[in-house]
T-cell receptor
Framework: DGGITQSPKYLFRKEGQNVTLSCEQN?????MYWYRQDPGQGLRLIYY???????QKGDIAEGYSVSREKKESFPLTVTSAQKNPTAFYLC????????????FGPGTRLTVL | AQSVAQPEDQVNVAEGNPLTVKCTYS??????LFWYVQYPNRGLQFLLK??????LVKGSYGFEAEFNKSQTSFHLKKPSALVSDSALYFC???????????????FGTGTLLAVQP
């Protein structure tokens, strides 16, 4: 899991509540990514950020929000507008220059009760 | 549109036998291809990547992958499977059309590898 940490590992939320997932990296990577993983669907990109104070929507951004105030941190908020938030959430980072792999955190499993 | 396909949801192989996990891609330019492995309830771990050069790429844990431009494939292989290789494997291609993020990836749906003792 490299130098990327995600917390908490498990998270339970009641319907109608917002919840924030933490992602921190100490790899000095410029780019960071949030993915959602559901069984049989692979990884789907929620948001990504190439640089501090800038981020772009991915393929399934509705119901989610992010911030990138520090290079090391890229928190994801799952809002009450996300209709089906129960999933496994993965954070990743990469060096932006050149062709480089992404490094992944250990993931957060969110369950809506 | 760029895409990557993993045609097999699951691959079963006996321990000690060679294994192959298939991946095909569709891109508009030069393909930059990656393989990752995921163990249950864990993040993805990078195995190997193809950028250019030798069509046979060697990676971690004894895995290798063969790039075939004419068949647009990038199959993952290992000469002798271990029970501990049992996991979910993802193929990915760098998204060349997504403005800005040079290392944004498009992932396949994953192939579950089951190695029987």
């Amino acid at each position: 899991d490299g130098g990327i940490t995600q917390s908490p590992k498990y998270l339970f939320r009641k319907e109608g509540q917002n919840v924030t997932l933490s992602c921190e990296q100490n790899l000095n990577h410029d780019a960071m990514y949030w993915y959602r993983q559901d069984p049989g669907q692979g990884l789907r990109l929620i948001y990504y950020s190439q640089i501090v104070n800038d981020f772009q929507k991915g393929d399934i951004a509705e119901g989610y929000s992010v911030s990138r105030e520090k290079k090391e941190s890229f928190p994801l908020t799952v809002t009450s507008a996300q209709k089906n938030p129960t999933a496994f959430y993965l954070c990743a980072s990469s060096i932006e220059t050149g062709i480089n792999e992404q490094f992944f955190g250990p993931g957060t499993r969110l369950t809506v009760l | 549109a760029q895409s990557v396909a993993q045609p097999e949801d699951q691959v079963n192989v006996a321990e000690g036998n060679p294994l192959t996990v298939k991946c095909t891609y569709s891109v508009s330019g030069n393909p930059y291809l990656f393989w990752y492995v995921q163990y249950p309830n864990r993040g993805l771990q990078f195995l190997l990547k193809y950028i250019t050069g030798d069509n046979l790429v060697k990676g971690s844990y004894g895995f290798e992958a063969e790039f075939n431009k004419s068949q647009t494939s990038f199959h993952l292989k290992k000469p002798s499977a271990l029970v501990s290789d049992s996991a979910l494997y993802f193929c990915a291609v760098r998204d060349l059309n997504y403005g800005g993020a040079t290392n944004k990836l498009i992932f396949g749906t994953g192939t579950l590898l089951a190695v029987q003792p």
